[in-house]
């Protein structure tokens, strides 16, 4: 089993920060990717930022220069750093990581999610 817990959540004032953590524990044989996902009420899941194994990092275009995404890959952890925060950066956020876990003698990959964090930007 793997399980991803994310902390950092809470209420901030607009132009604010927040980091949001992630740590994914269990029987974790290697981790590919690692991101965050957002849902706003009334709207789609949508992806905010993913940082794939050799390091590389994908953003929305919504928080391109504002939120910078970082993993520890010792610590199995991926990190969120939201500068200069928007009310419309109001969501629950959603840590996700393609993980490969052992499962007996075998090996399977398989998208987990943790259980989301809630960021609210007051105007």
């Known amino acids: 089993q793997v399980q991803l817990v994310e902390f950092g959540g809470g209420l901030v004032q607009a132009g604010g920060s927040l980091r949001l953590s992630c740590v994914a524990s269990g029987s974790i044989f290697s981790i590919s990717a690692m991101g965050w996902y957002r849902q706003a009420p009334g709207k789609q899941r949508e992806l905010v930022a993913v940082c794939i194994g050799g390091g590389s990092t994908n953003y929305a275009d919504s928080v391109k220069g504002r939120f910078t995404i970082s993993r520890d890959n010792a610590k199995n952890t991926v990190y969120l750093q939201m500068n200069s925060l928007k009310p419309e950066d109001t969501a629950v956020y959603y840590c996700?990581?393609?993980?490969?876990?052992?499962?007996?003698?075998?090996?399977?990959?398989?998208?987990?999610w943790g259980q989301g964090t809630q960021v609210t930007v007051s105007s």
């Open positions: 996700n990581a393609d993980v490969t876990a052992y499962r007996g003698i075998y090996k399977s990959s398989d998208v987990y």
